[in-house]
DNA sequence: GATGAATGAGCCTTCATTCAT
DNA sequence: AATGAATGAAGGCTCATTCAT
């Protein structure tokens, strides 16, 4: 190794391992998975095919590094909000509205979300997804706080709420991004979809 | 030839077809759809794998068909629902309850449709999910009835309470599939679902 | 079997079999023997594919039951030409123009013979195509018979001229054939033909 | 690193390509074209199969490319032969004699020309031989040189005479390779030939 | 660390052939 | 004899992964 490669080292966590993931992350979410190449993403991310298996132990390996790595960003956007001092009901709405926000700014992200993330943590194996329990368990502890707060009803299963809340906004979310549909704002389907989760259909 | 064979021809509602569609259900929900192998199905339905391409064009269309098969036997279900002499409300907590009846009575199909159905309708050439929307439809029906009759809320959305709505039920769906918990029976998740859209979940 | 299958038996050599020779023909012709498929066949020939079994033990003695009865009618045609009270040169010019006729008159046979006869003269087993050599020998035959009658210069190689004049009609016809060029008949060109192989080139 | 590997890189003229059309044109000419396996002809290159589809789309443009590229040589080797300041006549025999010592020198591509051009020039899709019309337009341009030099009749149809002499020339270089008669020396052959095309068979 | 040519296991699909009816 | 649904061997091709440079 020359003398000029005793080049002063970024400190910072590897740059061309971020690289790879934020191509997988487009490359996965147009084509899926399975139906992206290894090499789809070395190109995209603009190195060679090898250097990919430099950084993650396989194209398994690739897809969960990115679910981890991502999920822990997520996860600190989310967890600032659960400490904020407002009423459980103004956090389950600033909740959805950060998912929603979160969804139209990284469009990309949210369809390896929706559609791999299902699929993996089903067939990969030996992959418990312990950070997407995480990101539920925040809406449980708002939830919890509700109740707490004898602001929502005691007799609800935070269990129960917690995946239809997240189920109705990865719905929500999926269609919005299928049909590229800019008429409707998130920012009302956000409102809406609190409102009914909160006061009901019912008139 | 014995008087037997004088037969009486099964109605001849593709057989073998079924069998193959019934051997995917049960190969794809357990592997996947892409790590199952053609000779997974085959094998499990009994056929050679040549036999296969007789009634499906590739892999592709297997996946398809059964999509649109069962679909339309789920169609066909919740149909009827629709045209019985009760309420919109009462109509929503049967379709939840029938919803998570099936989930019940046929796991391997819902696993099937909640991973695959996703990965396909976006990933599949050229398929375009009528079915599934028609089956959102059926929901959206029923909001629209109980707006009409002065239950619902008439402000609410219907394009976003039916995918809500939706989204909901698969996301519980998913988990109790997922985690096999049996504790939790599907009839109660169904009610306590139903009650916290209808009522909301506020005290 | 019942009273009316004891029906009149037509006493001539095997319809189907022809039927399916002639269908073979055409889809050989069109699609080449290894592009075809039994399949083809037996749906050009009306029958089902199981069929072909019966009167054929596979597909390549299919093709050579095609050549053999194919050559055994063409060498009748030629044969007797052999046997005329004319010159050798008048047969010379009549055999030539007997071969462009059948050539115009069943093109999908010519391309099967032109193609295949190649094809598998070289690679199917156990196939010595003594027919085609028969074919050869009439021409080698009518050079014999002009040098016999000082006609030809006795010292040409009636091994070449017999390939030579076979290569130089059967590159004729497939090029007639191929371009399906219908402006330079195929009278005038065997004119030419037995012109130049008896004059020469020179002026 | 030593100082060997300071190399002097291979001219690059790429190595591993002419490897497996070489390999193919063995395989194809013991074989034939559709009884080859990729696999075999892999083998025989001593590369991995995988690696056939670095270099060919697929194994019919594996059999196209070897036309082209071993048509461009030979394209070469018989142009020279146009330029050269002899007469029409002996042009004409040195083609002859120059066709069948490539025969003689390479009889593999001989073989896999003479068989499967036939087969493809039909067959596969898309692909016009123009390669093949431009060998055929070199004999065409010394039949119009004889004719301007007033040597060769000028009632021969050029168009004619060309595939004529190819025919003729394909058709004894076939059976040359096919019985393995080495008795008959092409030399010999060559010359018969030439005296036919020009003088004619008469006495 | 980086490259990308090479690898070869694996799988979908085809289609000649069989055989129960 | 005739059928055509069923078979399953075979092979073309892909693509995750490796490794010499």
């Known amino acids: 190794m020359s003398v000029h490669s005793l080049r002063f080292k970024m400190p910072r966590t590897n740059n061309k391992k971020e690289l790879i993931i934020d191509a997988a992350i487009k490359v996965f979410a147009r084509k899926g998975f399975y139906n992206a190449k290894v090499a789809d993403v070395a190109k995209r991310a603009g190195v060679a095919d090898g250097t990919i298996y430099l950084y993650f132990k396989n194209k398994d390996d690739l897809l969960i590094s990115l679910f981890e790595t991502k999920m822990e960003e997520i996860l600190t956007r989310f967890s600032s909000l659960i400490e904020k001092k407002i009423s459980a009901e103004k956090k389950l709405r600033e909740f959805i509205n950060l998912y929603f926000l979160m969804i139209e700014q990284d469009q990309d992200l949210a369809e390896v979300f929706q559609v791999e993330l299902r699929q993996s943590s089903k067939f990969l194996k030996d992959y418990h997804n312990q950070k997407f329990i995480d990101f539920l368990n925040i809406i449980g502890a708002i939830i919890e706080e509700g ?57």
Chains 1, 2, 3, 4 share one sequence.
């Open 147 to 203: 109740i707490a707060q004898s602001l929502f009803n005691k007799n609800i299963s935070i269990h129960n709420v917690k995946l239809l809340l997240f189920g109705a906004l990865d719905e929500l979310a999926r269609q919005w991004i299928l049909t590229g549909d800019a008429s409707r704002s998130l920012k009302q389907t956000a409102n809406e979809t609190a409102d009914i989760l909160l006061y009901g259909m019912l008139k």
